[in-house]
């Protein structure tokens, strides 16, 4: 009886390795494709950086004053406010506060 409990637990393992080989397998290969791209994705981006960087070409973003065009009038006309965006004093002033000879 203890060949036949031997056996069926040889048995088991051996279904159960079957099963558990191939997944792992799978899931190294596919962790090891995603690797690959991501390196061949920052290999693509470094060669883009480079190549900027030989053209000279380089992207600022330091908060300086943005420089009029030629031909542009000296000085831009601003527009008044919505009227929608303007505060209205009969709805934020308290009845004591309100402008007099304005209606309630």
């Given amino acids: ?4 409990k031997q056996m069926a637990f040889a048995l088991a393992c051996t279904v159960v390795a079957s099963a558990l080989i191939p997944g792992l ?3 190294v290969s596919a962790r090891l ?3 690959e ?3 061949r994705s920052l290999r693509a981006l470094e ?3 480079e190549a900027r960087e030989a053209r000279g070409v380089r992207t600022v ?3 300086i004053r943005c420089l009029r065009p030629p031909g542009a009038p000296k000085q831009l006309q ?3 406010p919505a009227a929608a965006l303007q505060p209205n004093e009969r709805r934020t002033a308290r009845p004591a ?3 007099p000879g304005r209606p309630e």
């Fill in 33 to 35: 494709e995603a690797i």
């Fill in 25 to 27: 397998a799978g899931y």
């Fill in 97 to 99: 506060e309100r402008a």
């Fill in 1 to 4: 009886m203890g060949a036949s």
């Fill in 61 to 63: 973003s330091l908060p």
């Fill in 47 to 49: 060669a883009r950086l």
């Fill in 78 to 80: 601003r527009q008044p």
């Fill in 37 to 39: 791209s991501a390196e």
